[in-house]
């Protein structure tokens, strides 16, 4: 199913979160929305604690329009030189929430009822609703977006009728349209002026409006769903207490607000429209007569009206792409809007401050309820790659997918499964065009891996021009004795042996017999023409090297890796059916000296080597340092019960660190082989020897043009080391454990360059952190690796690959080299047009990667992909993947701190997605009001999703976030996949009270908020770093009692690492969603138990990523108002 179709796509933003019935009041028609990847590290992004409770922010609301004539059917533009923007700049907004609004409900008093905007649910303002279905008709959509303007003169309005993707029509912001407050500022409306008279009709589709106060106080009785003022379209004005629109923002320069203008309704506006029972419709309010008691009846939507004056686009429905939310059910797990009485026409009262108002975080789009959606619609169907362009499910849905010509989505995923036809199309748009690929993903269980396909001597069958492989997109001619390349368009002979009829649609008749010519992923034996050296190679070898300085000792380190390699070494990796793993292993320690070991397995007793010239490495003994597990195993398990005791009494505190590498990677040239350090390091390498480093940390140059320094390695030492170690294919997997500033930027460029993993467990202790730290080792030591491996991706005419994105070197411009490569490892490939593509050929991908497999046999693994190719931008907003286009920015700007200042990355951000996004509204929106936030259906969460990158530890360190962390961070999500930055940077958080300990189904997540959460609950956050259990002050003790054992909230420990093995259901279940989730994970997470208002929270607060965070960041709702500044003025 198209993204864009008009098919449910799930509730609309502004629904209560699923399962949490607790925030939006019941009956407001609020519904929730969807989630949103977690972040996935400590110190994210948690809500600011001691906001003023005075100007809670507004966001990006729509503001009455100031006289009421309705636009014009016709879609005409605003007079000229009258502002076509709401006078408010649209990012004035104070940040955070208000510290008030954490309480279960908002009293229906708070929310002024505005006329011609239905109150919304208390969390829920009436703004950003534009999410509902389509509107009913011209009319209700032109007063909807007659009230789009905020003082000034009115602005005519577009009818509905071009809500497909109409041409633009262009709306100039008038001068002096914007504040003046800094472009970057978010500062509170000042409240100024009389209230404006007009009254706001619902919003256009998919828009935020821009301008509207949220959370106004009904003037009598509950907020309903849809009720909605009495008013004419535009006329009488609100009763002085309303508090409406534009009465608190500061007016423009140089704008005068008119006298409000009184008047009757216009002829032909009877209300039909949605019915009640719709709480997506809570923003199309029906216009009704001004009234001074009850309304006259009761309330109705929608407008009726001339016909559109131009019909919407063929194809589309009226509410599309960037409408949010086509027609929506009620959220999962709760009832339908409140139908609430009917009775809040304009009366007018006696005049009133107006209260303070502020965006409705429920009326703006939700991760939550993305995900939720998604899941519903696609996790049922398996996805078959049999069509060329088709989107995958989101990467949190669980789906199956069968192989009919395309690599899976678990191999590939592209930034747009539809790229535009020429260059000047992509840098208009500015979406990059990019795959995330993962070569050697883990398949489920329910899925086949790649078939082995031999071809004896011959090798596999290539393009002679362009060495393309053979693949599902060759076309075989002349009755199947030559075929044309599919990239390069050149014709090669069949060799004989290969050669095979065609039926009569020119398919070779062994199509289903041959895994190249049916499948889109699939292996190939490589023959010794693809070995190094014209030799095939052996076995790979792993070579654990053991720091044994004080620090190690101390800590229990050393002791608990020598008792957990004793059985670890049983479970190395092994080719298919094989009885026993071919890789073989070998022994090292260090501190300022390295220790060999010779545990041959005709030794009695393990000897020792000594090498203390490190500043010329060698390898003292080839006999006996590598062996078999089985056949030296009492050897080595004597070796690693004497290590701890060796050095119990050491009180050597310095240590190497570049040497360690050179003697592991010497040990592998002497064996003639690939294979893998794995180094376990304490402290900064400041002994006397190759690659000695300084403390170089310096916290001052943070927010300065030499903060880049910090990212960047001391010394080129280490990337000539990293060079060497790809040439003979060895790969380090790092396990760091400092308790201080270590330099991780130096010391991660070998793992990161010779395609390695970096672990860092800081002040490690045993009690706490062992679990975590086995764990990863287990998984390290075990998962599926490639050796020496060469990637290579190759595209057909028109798009070349021309940037690359994570763990590997590079030596030329085309080849990936990668020491070692394993399962959870991707490659970020870039692409950019050198010529035109067509619509009717589209595009391919082919990403070819040689390497060894861990059996020591020579392979080639072969994924294709072919894209849509597109003339019309609207195709290509249709067919975008918001979570790989993050994926791809994160890794961008992560790469960009290495030489340009942290704020110059976070601008570049910002820019690119509002240039996107102001490209879709110019381009492919229905014109509407300026005040209008209008964003693609497929990419309505990038906004939320790019303010958690930019509130990441990398870009905007809190003042506890150590420079070794943000190096951390940057190197991890430099090779993470499309489901690992989902999680890591929007968290998934899960409310456990609501968990039913009979099902396997979990509750739906929440959105992360510090208003979410209540005092009664327990949550799981997890961002696939770490796992946070949050238990509220208020939970019942019988659940206290049965998750952790003991009587009261007071009685649990924070240092609790792992939750008591407890024989209730509760207990059970909660165990099972904790070891559910850590096997999703490609890294074991830390439980973290976090009780509110303890020492943790604050850290657990840096998770909750919507909120307005410690170090600055801003809230999604500010963010969103600054995301819609920023594309205002582009379009100006």
């Given amino acids: 199913m198209s993204v864009n179709q008009p098919t449910h796509t799930g509730p609309p933003y502004g629904q209560p979160q699923p399962g949490y019935g607790g925030y939006l009041p019941p009956g407001y028609g609020g519904q929730p929305i969807p989630t949103v990847p977690t972040s996935q590290y400590g110190a994210y992004n948690g809500p600011m604690t001691g906001y003023p409770q005075t100007a809670p922010p507004q966001g990006s609301l729509r503001a009455p329009t100031t006289s009421g004539a309705p636009a014009s059917a016709s879609g005409t533009l605003v007079p000229p030189g009258q502002p076509a923007y709401s006078q408010f700049g649209q990012g004035d907004v104070r940040n955070g929430i208000p510290a008030s609004t954490a309480s279960l409900q908002r009293p229906p008093a708070s929310q002024q009822f505005m006329p011609g905007t239905t109150p919304t649910s ?32 009115s602005t005519s309005v577009p009818s509905p009728g071009v809500l497909g993707y109409g041409p633009p029509t262009s709306v100039p912001p008038a001068s002096g349209s914007f504040t003046s407050s800094g472009s970057g500022q978010y500062v509170p409306y000042s409240s100024q002026g009389p209230p404006p008279p007009a009254v706001p009709h619902g919003l256009p589709p998919t828009t935020l409006s821009q301008g509207l106060p949220m959370a106004q ?12 003022s009495h008013q004419a379209p535009g006329f009488a004005p609100p009763p002085s207490s309303s508090g409406v629109g534009a009465s608190n923002y500061p007016p423009a320069a140089g704008v005068s607000r008119p006298p409000p203008m009184q008047g009757t309704s216009l002829p032909g506006q009877a209300a039909t429209g949605p019915l009640t029972s719709q709480p997506n419709h809570v923003t199309s309010p029906p216009p009704q007569p001004a009234m001074t008691g009850p309304p006259l009846g009761p309330p109705m939507a929608g407008l009726q009206g001339p016909p559109p004056s131009h019909p919407s686009q063929p194809g589309y429905a009226l509410q599309q792409n960037g409408s949010f939310g086509q027609n929506r059910g009620t959220q999962p797990n709760y009832g339908p809007a409140y139908p609430g009485p009917a009775n809040y026409g304009s009366q007018p009262g006696p005049p009133q401050p107006p209260p303070p108002k502020r965006l409705d975080p429920d009326s703006i789009p939700s991760p939550i309820q993305v995900i939720e959606d998604d899941r519903n619609n696609r996790g049922s169907e398996p996805f078959i790659t049999g069509v060329r362009g088709q989107v995958p499910p989101l990467v949190t849905t669980n789906f199956l997918v069968k192989d009919q010509g395309n690599a899976s989505p678990r191999y590939i995923r592209c930034t747009s499964y539809n790229i535009p036809c020429t260059s000047d199309m992509a840098k ?61 368009s050149c014709v090669t002979e069949v060799p004989s042996q290969y050669f095979q009829h065609l039926d009569h649609t020119g398919r070779r008749v062994d199509y289903y017999d041959r895994p190249e010519l049916s499948l889109g992923s699939y292996e190939f034996l490589a023959t010794v023409d693809y070995c190094k050296n014209n030799k095939y190679p052996n076995p790979p070898a792993y070579i654990f090297m053991i720091d044994v300085s004080y620090n190690a000792i101390r800590s229990g380190l050393v002791r608990l890796i020598c008792e957990e390699l004793k059985t670890l070494l049983d479970y190395l990796p092994r080719e298919g059916n094989m009885e026993e793993s071919a890789i073989r292993v070998g022994f090292v320690t260090y501190n300022k000296v390295l220790h060999f070991y010779n545990v041959k397995s005709s030794l009695g007793q393990p000897q020792m080597m000594v090498v203390s010239d490190v500043a010329d490495m060698f390898v003292p003994l080839l006999d006996g340092f590598l062996v078999n597990v089985n056949e030296s195993r009492t050897v080595f398990t004597s070796l690693l019960d004497q290590i701890p005791e060796m050095f119990a009494d050491t009180r050597e505190t310095e240590t190497v660190f570049a040497p360690v590498i050179q003697a592991g990677m010497e040990a592998l040239k002497a064996a003639e082989c690939a294979g893998k350090l794995f180094i376990f390091h304490t402290s900064l390498p400041i002994a006397e020897a190759p690659g000695k480093l300084k403390n170089r940390d310096d916290k001052k140059l943070i927010n300065t043009d030499k903060e880049k320094t910090l990212f960047q390695p001391q010394t080129n030492f280490y990337n000539n080391l990293a ?40 002040f490690f202790q045993v009690e706490t952190d062992q679990e975590r730290f086995l764990n990863d080792l287990r998984r390290d ?7 020496d491996a060469v990637m290579r991706v190759r595209t057909s005419t028109g798009i070349r690959a021309t940037d690359f994105f994570g763990a590997f070197y590079m030596s030329n411009t085309t080849d990936v080299e990668l020491a070692g490569l394993d399962c959870d490892k991707t490659i970020t490939v870039e692409f950019k047009h050198d010529d035109k593509l067509s619509e009717e050929s589209g595009a391919l991908l082919q990403c070819a990667i040689l390497y060894t497999s861990c059996a020591g046999q020579r392979r080639l693994r072969i994924h294709n992909l072919s894209l849509n190719c597109c003339t019309q931008l609207a195709d290509l907003y249709r ?57 693609p259906e497929c990419m309505k969460l990038l906004p939320v999703y790019l303010n958690c990158v930019l509130k990441s530890d990398v870009l905007q360190p809190g003042a506890e976030v150590t420079t070794d962390d943000r190096s951390y961070i940057r190197q991890l999500i430099t090779s993470m996949d499309v489901a690992d930055t989902n999680v890591f940077f929007y968290p998934r958080l899960l409310p456990l009270t609501k968990i039913d300990p009979n099902s396997d189904s979990l509750p739906p997540a929440i959105r992360n908020s510090e208003e979410r959460l209540s005092k009664g609950d327990i949550y799981l956050l997890e961002n696939g770093l770490n796992i946070f259990l949050w238990v509220g002050a208020n939970v019942q003790q019988g659940l206290i009692q049965n998750l952790f054992g003991v009587a009261s909230f007071g009685q649990i420990s924070s240092n609790m690492c792992v939750l008591p093995v407890l024989d209730n259901p509760f207990s059970k279940r909660v165990r099972s969603v904790i070891d559910m989730f850590q096997s999703q994970r490609s890294r074991y997470m830390k439980l973290m138990v976090v009780k509110q208002e303890d020492k943790l929270d604050m850290l657990f607060k840096h998770f909750l990523v919507e909120d307005k965070s410690m170090n600055g960041g801003a809230s999604y709702v500010d963010f969103l108002c600054h995301m819609h500044k920023e594309i205002r003025q582009l379009l100006s």
């Fill in 781 to 787: 030591v075990q998962k599926e690796v490639g050796f």
């Fill in 428 to 488: 208009q748009s500015q979406v990059p065009l990019a795959a995330v690929i993962k070569p050697l993903a883990v398949l489920p269980a329910e899925e086949a891996p790649p078939y082995l396909v031999d071809h004896g001597e011959s090798g596999p069958i290539r393009c002679n021009r362009c060495k393309a492989y053979m693949c599902p997109f060759m076309q075989f001619i002349e009755g199947g004795r030559r075929f044309q390349c599919c990239f390069c």
């Fill in 723 to 762: 060079k060497e170690c790809v040439a003979q294919g060895c790969c380090v997997d790092l396990f760091l454990f400092p308790n201080q500033y270590l330099d991780v930027a130096t010391l991660g460029v070998v793992p990161h360059q010779t395609g390695g993993s970096l672990y860092k467990y800081t």
């Fill in 217 to 228: 106080p009904a003037i009598s009785g509950p907020p309903s769903a849809l009720n909605l």
């Fill in 122 to 153: 208390a969390t829920q303002s009436a703004t950003f609703q534009s999410y509902g279905p389509p509107p009913t008709s011209t009319q209700q959509l032109t007063n909807h977006m007659a009230g789009m303007h905020i003082g000034g003169a």
């Fill in 879 to 935: 067919n975008c993947e918001t979570d790989t286009l993050i994926n791809f920015l994160a890794k961008f700007a992560y790469r960009g701190v290495l030489n340009n200042p942290v704020k110059t990355v976070r601008d570049t951000l910002i820019n690119q997605c509002a240039q996107i996004l102001a490209c879709y509204r110019k381009n492919c929106a229905s014109p509407s009001s300026a005040g209008q936030l209008i964003l």
